[in-house]
């Protein structure tokens, strides 16, 4: 499984780390698992750590405008009281990433991409009320 999710309660995080090569069919069941887990609550905060992909299977831009549709339908199921990073130290990580928080300008969550672990977590735990798409 290229996704493994982990929850944090002391953190308030939940963290998606990307392992292998990835592809648009692994999201929803990460999504799906971290919904089903007993501890998980729907103001915790998200990062998807992508350091250690591999590669980004068959992704194109309607890809990406497809994955911000199913984060919007998710939002319905959860929620919009979080944060969304996404981690990505290589330029095709970054960049998708990049696409996904441009698209997602519409949606109702903060969303940054960062390079750096500790710039995400840090974004993370700020408190802020003020949606901010700025892009690091």
């Known amino acids: 499984m290229p996704v493994k999710t982990v929850i944090d ?3 308030n995080l939940v963290l998606h780390l990307i392992t292998d090569s990835f592809r648009m069919t692994d999201i929803e069941p990460a999504w799906k698992a971290m919904l089903a887990d007993p501890q998980f609550r729907p103001e915790m905060n998200v990062l998807w750590d992508f350091r250690k992909g ?3 299977l068959e992704f194109s831009t309607d890809d990406i405008q497809n994955i911000v549709s199913m984060t919007a ?3 319905k199921q959860r929620g919009a009281s979080y944060r969304l990073a996404l981690l990505a130290t290589k330029d095709l990580f970054f960049g998708l ?5 441009a ?5 109702p969550i903060d969303i940054h991409v960062f390079r750096s672990m500790d710039e995400a ?3 993370l735990h700020a408190d802020s ?8």
Not at 97 to 101: E, H, T
Not at 129 to 136: F, H
């Open 9 to 11: 309660v002391d953190q």
């Open 54 to 56: 591999t590669h980004a």
């Open 73 to 75: 339908n998710h939002i």
């Open 97 to 101: 990433s990049k696409m996904f928080a």
């Open 103 to 107: 698209y997602g300008d519409e949606i």
């Open 121 to 123: 977590l840090d974004w």
């Open 129 to 136: 009320s003020v949606k901010q798409s700025s892009q690091s």
